[in-house]
């Protein structure tokens, strides 16, 4: 089968009870249990001369606990739920209501903000990428793309003048490190 055309018997209510009885919908072959880079999923047994697949994990808001907080916009109650770029709160009378709101951690602490070394202008703020890491960049993007993987500390580089420290967890303990990228210079003595 050809995977640059849409089949349309994927779309039918035959299709989708074939695959809730545990039968490809394209084949009529068995579902298996198959493991992949992004997950498990059910995939045909026929595979490779059938290539049907099936998530078994969807990746759209579903909810993970109740917040006890009404919604500001329809009174229903907020739920925290996972969602592709990670956990939000979003309104239980979705898709009537859309309200949402980040989810910020309550275990961080108060961090003070700390300058931009590049452009002087803007500050370093905690952002997560859309697989769920955590760096820091400066709140001036895109005229500014200065960012680091490691929390940023407040110092100077003693072997470069680079005005920003970063810290490092290692087997051996916690290091100051420069935050330069051509420096890399670790505060405790030993250079990299």
Known sequence: ?????????????????????????????PLQLRHGKHGSFLGCSSY???DYIQPLH?????????????CSECGHELVLRQGRYGMFIGCSNYPECEHTEPFESHEQKPQKRLICPECHEGTLVER????????????????????????????VCSQCGFQLLVE????????????????GYEEDGHGT
């Not at 349309?8 to 299709?15: D, M, R, V």
């Not at 997560?128 to 929390?151: H, L, T």
């Open 48 to 50: 490779p001369d059938c």
């Open 58 to 70: 969807q990746n759209d808001g579903h909810i993970v606990k109740s917040l006890g907080v009404n």
């Open 128 to 155: 997560k990428s859309r697989f769920g890491k955590v760096f820091w960049a400066c709140d001036c993007y895109p005229k500014c793309k200065f960012a680091v993987n490691s929390q940023p500390l407040e110092g």
């Open 168 to 183: 490092k967890k290692t087997a051996s303990g916690v290091k100051k490190i420069c935050a330069s990228k051509k420096c």
């Open 1 to 29: 089968m050809s995977r640059n055309k849409i089949n349309q018997q994927l779309f039918s209510a035959h299709a989708h009870a074939l695959a809730e009885k545990g039968l490809c919908p394209q084949c009529q072959s």
